[in-house]
């Protein structure tokens, strides 16, 4: 653990604070200060250029569509499964590629799964009894228990049969060989993976959520992609929310699938850039190697998962080692996701909140060509981003204003605008989910395609907005630099109807 912790301090720009280039400032200076001028001059301008923030906002957010759908049209075209890179190289193994497979055959790189738990007692059965059948000789399911008192060790004695000798923290039993159950005091999901990445001595370490439960065949395919490409450190995989019955269930899953479907096929279009940053940390593939070179998980982040994939294209960039992050279409997951808005925004606020947090560790990588398309493309991107809520809010509210005070000449232009975005997204969300059912393999039934149209109908004034929001409260949480959340609420994916099959 010292020996992670002092590669985290050597490689992590949180300690080394390596310095910025002023045009890295002048982007995020830019679009600050270009909310703040549209924003006051929506008091003085006339008709639809009252709303120019909310131009803005529409423009910037189709050409995001157009440019994921451009990048998305390979899948169309062939395999999904074809070389993702514009410009692929054949990568020669190094001295970490695995030649042996699980216990010495070639059938692929063994498999540690680590689970940071805390207070997972109910949903822990369902993603354990779905992992070990999948286990080959070498592979170890790690649960780390990161201080619960909920039951999670007497459920994991009572159901798994799991014994700790003595005085030891490390839990085994005679039911499942590949089972182990570390006793971890309590100090938050990254220090609990890096607990569990220390035990291991497998050649691919996965993360994998206490309530997330993987498709029966999802480590053979995740074995599979890591044993064909040597080049690959790090890997995302197919995940989709599953809500527990509420009464706000049905309208939180029906939006939460697309936002995912999305999601991934955005991760596609930027890995074939060679500039993916986020790879959930739910259910994601790492080469051990690759993690214990730059520190493993960051305590201190809010997004843990995400800030690691700047870590790691950092030290493969300062290295000249060509290490790649990729999206894999084959293996499967679904994950519990929030069923109620305070839950939704408690998430949303976390999330955007680390995204922040991280992007200031990294800013010297924006528009620094030194770190390829990821600086000189992708990284300007997310400068942007971190203002998109605030401009889309922004919007909102002055249509609100606008309407109430009677202003029908800046009015009835911008609902006309907010139409024809509308009409835009309902063919790019008809897209996502041709183009996502292509890549996965899994038919999408006319049912599937007319829910995606009402889920673009309706999402700019619901769902949209209720992210929006979440966003907004992140940004106020970094700037006072709250960094606890609390406890949120457990054991949804055990009650849920779902299967990752």
Not at 50 to 71: N, P, S
Not at 239 to 259: D, K, M
Not at 269 to 283: E, H, K, P, Q, Y
Request: with cysteine; glycine share 10%.
């Amino acid at each position: 653990m010292l020996e992670m912790t002092a590669a985290l301090r050597r490689i992590s720009p949180r300690f080394t604070r390596p310095p910025v280039a002023l045009r890295g400032w002048l982007i995020y200076g830019a679009v600050f200060g270009l909310w703040i001028t549209v924003t006051i001059a929506a008091w003085f301008a006339h008709g639809l250029f009252a709303w120019t923030v909310g131009l803005l906002y529409v423009a910037y957010d189709t050409w995001l569509l157009v440019y994921v759908a451009r990048k998305t049209l390979f899948v169309l075209r062939g395999n999904p499964a074809e070389p993702p890179l514009d410009q692929t190289q054949a990568v020669e193994p190094d001295a970490h590629t695995v030649s042996a497979g699980r216990g010495g055959d070639s059938a692929g790189p063994t498999v540690g799964i680590v689970i940071a738990a805390f207070n997972e007692a109910e949903a822990l059965p369902t993603t354990l009894e779905a992992l070990l059948p999948q286990l080959g000789a070498g592979d170890v399911v790690l649960v780390v228990d990161d201080g619960s008192h909920d039951g999670t060790r007497a459920m994991l004695s009572g159901r798994f049969g799991v014994q700790w000798a003595g005085q030891s923290t490390l839990g085994r039993t005679a039911l499942h060989p590949g089972l182990r159950v570390l006793m971890n005091r309590h100090g938050g999901k990254a220090r609990a993976l890096n607990a569990g990445l220390v035990q291991l001595e497998t050649d691919l370490v996965v993360t994998v959520d206490a309530d997330t439960k993987l498709a029966a065949d999802a480590l053979a395919g995740l074995r599979r992609s890591f044993l064909d490409d040597p080049a690959m450190v790090a890997a995302c995989c197919v995940i989709s929310p599953v809500c527990a019955p509420g009464p706000l269930s049905a309208f939180f899953q029906w939006f939460q699938t697309y936002e995912y479907i999305r999601a991934f096929c955005s991760r596609v279009a930027w890995m074939r850039a060679d500039a993916l940053l986020l790879v959930s940390g739910a259910f994601a593939a790492f080469r051990r190697h690759a993690l214990l070179a730059v520190g493993g998980f960051d305590p201190e982040c809010l997004v843990e998962d995400y800030e690691l994939i700047h870590r790691l294209h950092r030290y493969s960039y300062d290295k000249g080692l060509d290490w790649r992050v990729a999206v894999l279409h084959a293996p499967r997951a679904v994950t519990d996701a929030p069923a109620t808005l305070p839950s939704f925004l408690r998430q949303r606020r976390r999330w955007f909140s680390g995204f922040l947090q991280t992007q200031y560790w990294n800013c010297d990588m924006t528009f620094n060509r030194r770190y390829g398309t990821l600086g000189s493309w992708m990284l300007p991107i997310k400068a942007i981003d971190t203002m998109q809520p605030i401009f889309g809010l922004t919007a909102f509210g002055l249509l609100i204003v606008f309407a109430a005070t009677g202003r029908l000449g800046i009015v009835l232009p911008v609902l006309a605008v907010i139409l024809g975005k509308v009409a835009i997204d309902v063919g790019f969300h008809v897209w996502w989910v041709h183009v996502y059912g292509r890549w996965t393999g899994q038919r999408v039934s006319a049912g599937g395609f007319f829910l995606a149209l009402l889920a673009a109908l309706a999402e700019p004034f619901s769902f949209q907005l209720m992210r929006h929001v979440g966003a907004a409260w992140g940004w106020g949480s970094f700037v006072t630099r709250r960094t606890h959340w609390g406890d949120r609420p457990k054991a949804r994916l055990a009650g849920a109807e779902a299967s990752a099959e």
